[in-house]
């Protein structure tokens, strides 16, 4: 089971936990990974994210796709928003489960490193400064 999502609303981390254990007992590790927007100082007051639609959904399901041929994974799980979010804000949520604890962390640091570095995503931050692109993570 994949599951992307691509969205502007909030997600609920325990209830999308759950619908990826729903009905799967043979799961011995779930690995999840929250991204947050956060406040450098006071340098941040918003993120606006943004996406080219249907191309980066395209990508995910690419990159997810490659997860399952690493690793014995049982579900995997990427929501990402979009939008102007402020600091405390959820950003995304990666998730890998597996039989098996090593291939679930394995799985889900792929995730989050692609996600991070080379994910079809621009961010603007907007701060007292004025507003900036930031590069992906290396």
């Given at each position: 089971m994949t599951v992307?999502?691509?969205q502007r609303d909030d997600f609920d981390i325990g209830k999308e936990i759950d619908a990826l254990r729903k009905g799967r007992t043979g799961i011995g590790?779930?690995?999840t990974f929250t991204g947050t927007v956060r406040d450098a100082h006071g340098e941040v007051t918003a993120m606006t994210l943004e996406h080219y639609p249907g191309m980066t959904e395209k990508e995910l399901a690419r990159v997810e796709a490659?997860?399952?041929a690493r690793w014995p994974l049982q579900a995997t799980l990427i929501v990402h928003r979009v939008g102007r979010l402020e600091p405390g804000?959820?950003?995304v949520l990666t998730a890998a489960a597996s039989a098996h604890r090593e291939a679930a962390f394995?799985?889900?640091r792929f995730l989050i490193d692609y996600l991070k570095t080379s994910a079809p995503f621009w961010k603007r931050?907007?701060?007292p400064a004025g507003d900036k692109w930031v590069e992906a993570a290396p």
């Open positions: 992307i999502r691509v590790a779930i690995v490659e997860a399952h804000d959820n950003i394995e799985a889900a931050e907007s701060g």
